[in-house]
């Protein structure tokens, strides 16, 4: 069998930069590595080609009847700008204190090789091993996904397995398995006024027609209530409470609000009655502002009364509020609180339905769950005990991945996400790294869980 | 005696453009034109320097018991660009319809020769005329006479005269003369807002913080009632009332809301109770917003809250508001107001008084007004009748001079200024021209007015 670090190495040295052409090189590096890696552990191997980078798909596939687990990676990583900022160069992994640095390490080419190091070191152990295994590595997860929902429609029978398995979430600390259960939902757009036709001189005109920038402030004021609550009716009608054990696990996981503040940088928090900051962000919908635009922005002054302004807003979605009725709810708000004097058109940007799986077992009200889906999480549970030496913590998070839901919904399948990555992980930043303990870690973790799922 | 049509040629032709350093032939052109035209007509001159390009002073002073009038002007012009949309080339003046096309045809070199004609054939009439005459001639007009203000500071002797005689204001048609007898004062500053430290991720944090656009909009949306008024206490408190004789002049000027609608490109006007547009652009203050900024502005959807967000702002002042006093009343409401969570940081920008003059015979009311400057606007009503056949009509405008208030701080002198340009003379923009035809009923009135001035 292959040393998971050099193997890590290896892959690193391809630099799969998704996002720019010039990094094509290291795609088909890094799609030429896996074909070789999953061949290497007798895998089949096929690259399914899209719009524009192809998904790796290998198979171990034995008896029908037994348990088909799909592991989801990516083999694209972010570009590695600002290059200054980098202490190693990132596409020459070294390794320092623990840690291997180099872009994509951690996010996300570490985590998958821990999959395939189990997948290969338990082939090795039981080469008769009950279990189906399919991995589904695209190229384009740093990129948004793009071509991945509709990869999976039109590849449904190549993904014909009973849930997904993956490592692409985080944890608070080397020594706490965190599982990741929810992900919030979105739904993002802008708003866009415009008064009069072109921009004014504010001496000359001003005084006598509504600007877009005061229409706009108005408009937006009325969207939150002073508690932190979003302003808009039927905006909470499908929230679900969270559940009691929810709360617990959140409790357990230790956060800290005076650190959470500190870390932030902000005077108070802010958030709706009922709720603490950590519950808020997993448990919560909100409308979020994320760019006011309009007028003169440079240095000084220029007395213009703009033609346009514009907002950029998102709304971060919880089950079981869907897009559509959250769209109906608050662009019907919008219209109908528009000041009068300018034109309103609000510009649809994308959605994402949010996602939950709740875990068996921990529910006072336990919903029907698919056999093997459960029994990964037990197993889960069990490995959890064995090599972190503790409870694993099963918690939502606040922000979205879209493939999660596009998996749901067109597959209907659910995903164990098992966390790997650590907050000083550098994800997306200069000097990324990932944590060799937490690699071994996860290597037993994946080995045990699979194994156990073979055996159920 | 020189033809002015040819001399506005000449001038033309020194592309002086105050705003860019490789210009600065085109700027010594000008003062050199300048000076070998006044010295024409018999003027001794100087060229006084600034910090950037020096004011040209010319003069002709007989008796000290004389009446003295300093007609100011300016040389320097905009910037041409964008050059493609030139019809004619901007440096190179071209007369078609009766117009001189040209940067600078009528901002302002068109109108300061009409004087400088004027006064060239009244000395050629009457070479014993019982007048002082001072030229002021700056050449930062077009970039904010930034050095204007000291320059007056420190040659208060050479401008010990009774009034300002200018055309540097516009008129509606080229068979109307108006008057400027009033110009809204200024009170710029930005309002800068600072949440958390760093911008942040909106779905690992968004619901727990007070999100600084969202502080912006509840805080700006505070500034004005439904009605259009500035919604701040105190801010009206210094506001005078307009005389009757205004609005009355104000209806004679025949403007139609309609075409100003169309004009504006606006569904409806959004003026305060009591003010048609033309009255509430001139007759009342206001408070605008220039610019927002903060988050992600460029396309599609970036999921950020922002650590920043920020407004720029500039109040327009009416008599007898001063900006200090509107300072302290919209500073005090705007920091009482600023949402909890975020600081607030104001940024002073620039400030400029209102101006007002009133001409005598008008006012119910009429204030005490210095002797010659009465005369001056007597003669200004009789030229009036004599040249344009109608009455002059006296109107304040809605933009802000801070030169005119300069003068009248630093120099306590009044400013009678009579219009030159019209709306179709693209000041300012590609294909400036001059109307002829107004240049010609300029010197005349301008000839006239002075020959008064000098009888009486």
Redesign the interface.
């Known amino acids: 069998m292959f040393d998971p670090i050099e193997k890590l190495k290896e892959y690193v040295r391809h630099a799969s930069v998704s996002a720019d052409s010039k990094f094509a090189d290291g795609m088909v590096g890094a799609q030429n590595f896996l074909t070789s890696l999953f061949k290497e552990i007798g895998f089949t191997v096929q690259s399914v080609p899209t719009a524009l980078h192809p998904v790796i798909v290998a198979k171990r596939i034995g008896d029908k009847s037994w348990p088909h687990v799909i592991i989801y990676g990516h083999y694209d990583v972010q570009p590695a700008d600002p290059l200054p900022l980098w202490k190693t160069p990132p596409f020459e992994p070294t390794i320092k204190g623990g840690r291997m640095y180099g872009r994509g390490t951690a996010d996300n080419k570490g985590p998958l090789l821990a999959h395939v190091t189990a997948v290969g070191q338990l082939l090795e152990e039981n080469p008769d091993l009950r279990l189906n295994i399919t991995f589904v590595v695209e190229g384009e997860e740093e990129i948004g996904s793009k071509n991945f929902k509709n990869f999976l429609r039109k590849n449904k029978k190549l993904l014909d397995g009973d849930f997904i398995f993956m490592s692409d979430t985080g944890i608070p600390s080397p020594d706490q398995l965190v599982v990741t259960v929810g992900l919030?939902g979105?739904l993002?757009f802008e708003i866009e006024l415009t008064?009069?036709?072109?921009d004014?001189?504010?001496?000359?005109?001003?005084?006598?027609?509504?600007?877009p920038?005061?229409a706009?402030?108005?408009?937006?004021?009325t969207?939150?209530t002073p508690d932190?609550r979003v302003n808009i009716p039927g905006f909470y009608k499908d929230v679900v409470e969270p559940e009691k054990w929810e709360r617990e696990q959140l409790k357990k996981a230790g956060l800290k609000k005076a650190a959470y503040q500190k870390f932030?940088?902000?005077?108070?928090?802010?958030?709706?009655p009922g709720y603490n900051?950590f519950e808020?962000?997993r448990f919560?919908?909100?409308l979020?502002?994320?760019?006011?635009?309009?007028?003169?922005?440079g240095e000084?002054?220029?007395?213009?009364?703009?033609s346009k302004?514009s907002?950029?807003v998102?709304c971060?979605l919880v089950p079981n509020q869907t897009p559509e009725n959250v769209k109906d709810a608050v662009f019907n708000a919008i219209k109908k609180r528009c000041p009068?004097?300018v034109?309103l058109k609000i510009h649809e940007?994308?959605v994402a339905t949010p996602y939950v799986v709740i875990p068996p077992d921990r529910s006072n009200t336990p919903k029907h769950q698919a056999p093997r889906l459960a029994a990964c999480f037990r197993a889960l549970d069990e490995a959890a005990m064995e090599v972190w030496g503790k409870e694993a913590l099963y918690l939502r998070?606040?922000?979205?991945v879209g493939l999660i839901a596009d998996i749901k919904t067109v597959l209907g399948l659910d995903a164990v996400m098992m966390g790997m990555f650590l907050p000083q992980d550098n994800l997306h930043a200069p000097n990324e790294s990932f944590h060799l303990g937490v690699m071994k870690k996860g290597i037993a973790t994946s080995k045990r869980v699979l194994g156990k799922l073979a055996a159920s």
Do not use: D
């Not at 004014?200 to 600007?211: Q, T």
């Not at 706009?216 to 004021?221: D, H, I, P, V």
């Not at 932030?264 to 709706?272: E, N, S, Y």
């Not at 000084?300 to 703009?306: A, H, L, R």
């Open positions: 919030r979105m993002a008064g009069p036709k072109t004014l001189h504010s001496g000359m005109n001003g005084g006598v027609l509504m600007n920038l005061q706009l402030a108005e408009l937006c004021a969207l939150h932190g932030l940088g902000i005077p108070k928090f802010h958030t709706p900051p808020a962000i919560l919908p909100t979020e502002f994320n760019g006011f635009s309009g007028g003169y922005q000084g002054t220029k007395t213009v009364i703009p302004a907002a950029k998102t971060r009068k004097g034109t940007q994308h998070e606040g922000g979205s």
